[in-house]
Each structure stands twice: as structure tokens, then as C-alpha cells.
């Protein structure tokens, strides 16, 4: 007899439900994202990874040069000297820096010791700011070298405690872009034009949406004056920050001697900004868009949008299925979806049909074609989309598909972001009580301690009066932060009380737990 009440079999064992944290690494591992390193904390990412990796780059790098942005490549040193220049700065990063003392191995007693003690440390770069604005000093001489616009791809080193794939790791890649201005007014246009920019990112290519805003003073950037964000609802409704900008004001101009003489011949400092995005985009696909049975990749971004599985049991019919295979995928590469040639691959291992198509269901492919000699005869495919179930699979004509493979495409995109939307609506509250807010957050008890923590409660719009010692006390009972100011107003609400004080508001502003 069978069992009723048994849950569906899935590719990845435990659910998001039972152990939401291990969901997402067997995701990962499934996916063949990327794996632990040997040297702790740093991971290997492995070529599906890295291709999604590539996409993102490819994508927001046009963003930056249509932007007027141009890549250069900084030292991965930077000398103590130049972060101490800055007081705030150094504070913010002392304790995540990882610093090199020598220069030289020497063999002694079959070990390698380390020798040739430097006249001053130097840290492996876990942000950018001081050593780019040393050439920043050396190439601003004049309002007319304004405004100097700069971003580079690079990885960077913050000595992480406890690392979770993508989400946090002593290594990671990433763009950070860095510009100096003759005004403020031009330096805070352009920190808000690159947070639109990873807005428009994230919910165009990623499928995410998010909520621009500005962060608390207790969450912002060492040594900016005003840091903005983007905030993204993952699927355990914790938040994950997608993206940062930062208006820097002078601080770093008169830390590292950015002068210039302006139209007026006096000279002043410059006005800068910063602002990157990481490798924890990948991760914020993962949690945003994957299921029980693996990745699921915006087609945007997805390395390959289009797998063609032959499914071949004969021999003698493998020769023809797969040359109606290779011909479909040149006449699939000679079509274009968002403005690119569709990236098509043809599975052509020598493995079960049914093994090759799950593997391609927890990759995230976003579509799978399945053919057969039965489907040569009709000149027909047998088409899966990855934002349904695995078994929900349609037949179509070829020259049905070749006409709607890129409909059918956005069709995916658009579906994983409305859903996305949908879900982060859900489990948004609106709260006007301390009370509310307490038991919102709460925890439910575990039955016992082995027990997975719960999916946590999502996101609250609340009134606060910024006062940042209720913050603190905030995050240490409930593990709570305000995630944003909103920049929308029709999300912050205008003016209010502040349920913990009594106090005036000026608007709401999102709290939730976050990675």
C-alpha cells in the first residue's frame, strides 16, 4: 500500500523546509557551482560558477561604459601607512585584513620559514579606496581632469570568521568602482546613478527584485559620509545586500591628497564615491530563485539557455539524432533574446537521456529540448522549462519552437522575477507596534534541538526615530537591523511615530534578519 501522506521525491535531499543552509550548499554542489578550497575560508569556482560569473561582468560592464565608466587595475598591496590615513576607515577593516610581513622563504630543518621582515606591512586590498586615491592625487590637477571615472575588476581578501560559498568567503571577485568629482552635487548624482544602475541589474537580468535606500549611520561604510544599498528577499525571507554605493565626501580626497584648482583658481579637494558588487550575486540567484530540485538561472544570465538532450537507445540511431541535434542548435545560435545570439548546447555524452536532463534540471538551464528518433519522424521536440516542474514537459513542432524560443525565454525571466515579487509582498508587514515588531521576529521554539531553525519572518515596515543605541538593542534581541532607508515614498510613508519611543519619524524603514 502506498504511503499517502509521503512527501515527493526531490534532487535535492534536505528541501529548503527541513534545513534551508544545507539546501543551499547541496544547491551549490548539485549545480557544480563551486567547492571549498583547501585554504580556508577561499573557494573554487568551478566553470558553470564562473560562466555565470562572466554573464554578470559581461552585463554590468556595458552598464558601466554606457555610463561613461573606463576599467584600469590597481596593486593588490597596500601599504598599513595608507589605511591609517583614514581614521574611520582603518577601524571599519582593521580586523578582517590580511597582511604580508616577509618577502623571502628560507629552507630550515625541511621547513619553510618565513624571512626578510618588510620595512613596512603591506594588506592584501579588502577594498580599494586608499590605494586608488594615491593615483587619484597624481592624475587630478585640474577641474578640467573632472570628473575621473573609474572602475576595476578584481578579487579582494577580508579575513572572514565563518564562510558560507559566495555568500562569504576570505576571497571573492568582484567590481569596484571609484570616482572623483569637482562638486558635491555631481559626486552624490553619480552615487545615485550607479545604485540605479545595480537596480536596474538586478531586477532586468537577475530576476530580483530589490529596495533601494540608504543605510542607518550604524551600517554604513567606514569613513563614507552616506551609503546606499540595494535589498533582495531571499527565500528564507532573511535579507541579502546585492550592492552598495557610497558618497565619500572629502574624506578620502583629504586623506590621500586629491587637489585640484577648480574654475574659480583655488585649489580643493575633489569630492569621490565608490560603490561595488561581488560574487554574492551568485548567491542571491540561489536563494532567490532555486528549488527542491536545484539552480535555477535567469536566462539572461544562464550559460547556456537552450540544452539539446538526444535521447538515444539504439545505436544505429545515434548518427542521425544527433546531426537533427547539431542542425537545431546552429538554427537555435542564429536567433538572438535580449539583444545576443541564444547560447545553445547539445548534450552529446554518451549517458541515459533521463541522467543528462536532470543534471541539466540542477544546473537551471532554463530550457531542456529532448529528442528521440520517434520525434525526427514528427520533426517535433519535447520541451521542459526550468521555472516548472520536471515532469510538466510540452511537445512542439520545430519550426513552433524556432519562432518562440525567445518569447519563450522572456517568458521564464519575467515569471522568475513576478514570482520573486509576489513572494516578497507575502512576507512584508507593515507594523505600528513594538509589541508586533517583537513577536514578528520571534523565533517559534524548536521541538527539539536538532531541529533546523525556522524560516525566518521576512520583512517589517516600521516607523524609527534613528536613534542608533535602539538599533543596537534591536539587533542583540531580535538579531534584527534596519536593511534600508527606502528611496521610494511610497514605501517609506511619509511622517509617523516611532513605535519603540514615541518619537517622530520621518518615514518607515525595512528591518529583517540578513546574511
Not at 63 to 90: C, D, Q, W
Not at 266 to 274: F, G, M, N
Request: aromatic share 8%; proline share 6%.
Amino acid at each position: 500500500m502506498s504511503n499517502q501522506n509521503a512527501k515527493p521525491q526531490t534532487a535535492i535531499v534536505p528541501t529548503r523546509a527541513d534545513n534551508y543552509p544545507e539546501w543551499y550548499l547541496k544547491v551549490i554542489e548539485a549545480a557544480d557551482l563551486a567547492e571549498n578550497s583547501d585554504v580556508r575560508g577561499c573557494m573554487v569556482i568551478k566553470p558553470w560558477g564562473y560562466a555565470l560569473w562572466e554573464n554578470i561582468q559581461r552585463g554590468l560592464d556595458g552598464m558601466f561604459k554606457a555610463t561613461g565608466h573606463v576599467n584600469a587595475y590597481f596593486p593588490l598591496f597596500i601599504p598599513v601607512s595608507y589605511l591609517e590615513k583614514e581614521a574611520a576607515h582603518v577601524e571599519g577593516f582593521a580586523k578582517e585584513c590580511a597582511v604580508v610581513t616577509h618577502h623571502r622563504l628560507e629552507l630550515k630543518d625541511g621547513k619553510l620559514i618565513p624571512t626578510g621582515e618588510l620595512e613596512e606591512p603591506l594588506v592584501v586590498r579588502p577594498t580599494s579606496e586608499t590605494i586608488i586615491g594615491a593615483s587619484f592625487a597624481k592624475w587630478v590637477k585640474s577641474y578640467r581632469d573632472l570628473p575621473l571615472l573609474i572602475n576595476q575588476w578584481a578579487n579582494v581578501v577580508r579575513w572572514e570568521m565563518r564562510t558560507r560559498l559566495f555568500l562569504r568567503t576570505a576571497e571573492f571577485l568582484w567590481q569596484e568602482g571609484h570616482t572623483a568629482h569637482a562638486t558635491s552635487e555631481e559626486a552624490v548624482e553619480e552615487t545615485m546613478k550607479m545604485l540605479g544602475v545595480y537596480a536596474e541589474f538586478a531586477e532586468q537580468y537577475m530576476a530580483i527584485p530589490v529596495i533601494q535606500g540608504e543605510k542607518t549611520a550604524g551600517e554604513r561604510f567606514p569613513g563614507a559620509v552616506r551609503t546606499y544599498c540595494i535589498e533582495a528577499m531571499m527565500q528564507d525571507r532573511k535579507a541579502l545586500q546585492a550592492g552598495t554605493s557610497h558618497f565619500l565626501g572629502q574624506n578620502f580626497a583629504k586623506a590621500s591628497g586629491i587637489e585640484f584648482q577648480d574654475d574659480k583658481g583655488q585649489v580643493v579637494h575633489a569630492w569621490t564615491t565608490s560603490w561595488g558588487v561581488s560574487t554574492r550575486l551568485i548567491g542571491a540567484m540561489i536563494m532567490t530563485h532555486s528549488d527542491d530540485d536545484g539552480m535555477i538561472c535567469p536566462p539572461r544570465l544562464a550559460p547556456e539557455q537552450v540544452v539539446i538532450i538526444p535521447v538515444i537507445q539504439k545505436p544505429e540511431d545515434r548518427e542521425r539524432v544527433m546531426a537533427y541535434c547539431k542542425q537545431l542548435e546552429k538554427d537555435l545560435e542564429a536567433l538572438t533574446f535580449a539583444g545576443e545570439r541564444v547560447r545553445v548546447h547539445v548534450d552529446g555524452r554518451d549517458m541515459r537521456g533521463g541522467d543528462k536532463a536532470w543534471q541539466w534540471i540542477k544546473k537551471g538551464a532554463p530550457i531542456r529540448l529532448e529528442i528521440g528518433p520517434r520525434d525526427l519522424e514528427k520533426d517535433s521536440v519535447f520541451m521542459g522549462r526550468r521555472d516548472k516542474t520536471p515532469k510538466d514537459k510540452v511537445g512542439l513542432a520545430r519550426t513552433e519552437l524556432l519562432a518562440t524560443v525567445s518569447t519563450l525565454l522572456q517568458e521564464i525571466q519575467d515569471a522568475l522575477y513576478q514570482r520573486a515579487l509576489a513572494y516578497r509582498a507575502e512576507h512584508t508587514r507593515v507594523i505600528d507596534t513594538k509589541d508586533e515588531f517583537y513577536a514578528f521576529f520571534a523565533d517559534p521554539p524548536k521541538k527539539k534541538p536538532s531541529d533546523p531553525t525556522p524560516i525566518h519572518a521576512g520583512f517589517a515596515m516600521t516607523h524609527f526615530n534613528g536613534d542608533p543605541a535602539l538599533e543596537t538593542k534591536i539587533k542583540d534581541d531580535l538579531k534584527v537591523t534596519v536593511r534600508c532607508i527606502p528611496l521610494d515614498p511610497a514605501l517609506g510613508g511619509g511622517p509617523g511615530t516611532c513605535p519603540f519611543t514615541g518619537q517622530p519619524s520621518a518615514q518607515r524603514v525595512v528591518w529583517a534578519k540578513s546574511y
